[in-house]
T-cell receptor
Framework: AQKITQTQPGMFVQEKEAVTLDCTYD???????LFWYKQPSSGEMIFLIY??????QNATEGRYSLNFQKARKSANLVISASQLGDSAMYFC????????????FGTGTRLQVFP | DAGVIQSPRHEVTEMGQEVTLRCKPI?????LFWYRQTMMRGLELLIY????????DSGMPEDRFSAKMPNASFSTLKIQPSEPRDSAVYFC????????????FGPGTRLTVL
């Protein structure tokens, strides 16, 4: 079974609108961390936001927020007020357990923001 | 502050040749990761080090791949002999073991094996 599933290969959103990128995960470990990274066309990987499994509140970082639904094992990224510069690949990743730093990445979602 | 530095940025080589990729992590970070990204397999972890010690090398494809971290500021990933299927972008990342353990990625090395 896939540990991280991103079911949307591509998404379109109009500038200034909000968009939700889906991510579901699979683990039986009660301690885990969820990450979102952005990869623009230039290729670098940019950390966006983190959610720990024991965090009581949804993580937020500027225009990024994470809709964490633990029972559903989903950690969707919400980007508010989309900008043209948000066009990129977005990867969800999981660190599973306390005793590892290993990240498992999903296949990514390509977001295109249009004017 | 300098981020993770990787060299070379691009490498083109012929099948059978030895390839060495280099990485300088962010100063003060104590974990270092090597990833490979391809269209077919996505982004996959090859190996990671904590305090210069290899912790998990389960992602290293085969014996042709080896990685070293002789000190806290330098790591290498070597492929010998290289094959066309090794063509990919290789990322190095580093992190500081704190609450987030967020990994900071280098710009990557695009390797093409002809």
């Amino acid at each position: 079974a896939q540990k991280i599933t991103q079911t949307q290969p591509g998404m379109f959103v109009q500038e200034k609108e909000a968009v939700t990128l889906d991510c579901t995960y699979d683990t039986s470990d009660p301690s885990y961390g969820l990450f979102w990274y952005k990869q623009p066309s230039s290729g670098e990987m940019i950390f966006l936001i983190y959610q720990g499994s024991y965090d009581q509140q949804n993580a937020t970082e500027g225009r990024y927020s994470l809709n964490f639904q633990k029972a559903r094992k989903s950690a969707n990224l919400v980007i508010s007020a989309s900008q043209l510069g948000d066009s990129a690949m977005y990867f969800c990743a999981m660190r599973e357990g306390r005793n590892t730093d290993k990240l498992i990445f999903g296949t990514g979602t390509r977001l295109q923001v249009f004017p | 502050d300098a981020g993770v530095i990787q060299s070379p940025r691009h490498e083109v080589t012929e099948m059978g040749q030895e390839v060495t990729l280099r990485c300088k992590p962010i100063s003060g970070h104590n974990s270092l990761f090597w990833y490979r990204q391809t269209m077919m397999r996505g982004l996959e972890l090859l190996i990671y080090f904590n305090n210069n010690v290899p912790i998990d090398d389960s992602g290293m494809p085969e014996d042709r791949f080896s990685a070293k971290m002789p000190n806290a500021s330098f790591s290498t990933l070597k492929i010998q002999p290289s094959e066309p299927r090794d063509s990919a972008v290789y990322f190095c990342a580093s992190s500081l073991q704190d609450y987030y353990n967020e990994q900071f990625f280098g710009p990557g090395t695009r390797l093409t094996v002809l």
